[in-house]
């Protein structure tokens, strides 16, 4: 290949790699798909900041968002995601809430008995 066939080749792809800076992914458990994140109030966009970290910046400023929501916002794969925001929360840049706990079965006698005291009022 000579060197103008080189300059020749371009593309917005930048590889997960790159990105991370080879660094190790975080697991599951320390910021999961649902963990809620946000910009912390008072914060300052540090200057050396990545282009992926400046997007994630601007999303979260607007309230909480899931770890999944930021990845799919960036076109991020969920792992780069993963290790972004957790730099940013362990920087003190980004405030994070566990996910929310998965709702409780209720009886369906007691929603049925809420549903004809409702009809009985109301209808």
């Known amino acids: ?3 103008s066939e080189e300059n020749s080749v371009t593309s917005d792809f930048v590889r997960s790699y ?4 080879g ?3 975080p697991s ?3 910021m999961s798909l649902l963990t809620l ?4 109030p008072d914060r300052e966009l540090p200057p050396q900041a990545s282009p992926e970290v400046r997007a ?4 979260c400023s607007g309230g909480y968002l899931s770890v999944a929501e930021v990845a799919g916002h960036l076109g991020l794969p969920v792992g780069v995601a993963r290790l972004l ?3 940013l929360f362990e920087q003190g ?3 994070r809430r566990a996910a929310p706990p998965p709702a409780q079965a209720v009886d369906r006698t007691i929603l049925e008995g809420v549903l004809h005291g409702l009809q009985r009022r109301f209808a």
């Open 37 to 40: 994140v946000m910009l912390a």
């Open 18 to 21: 790159v990105i991370t800076g």
């Open 93 to 95: 840049h980004l405030l």
């Open 28 to 30: 599951a458990e320390e």
């Open 1 to 3: 290949m000579t060197p």
């Open 56 to 59: 994630i910046w601007e999303l």
């Open 85 to 87: 925001l957790t730099d």
């Open 23 to 25: 660094r190790r992914l």
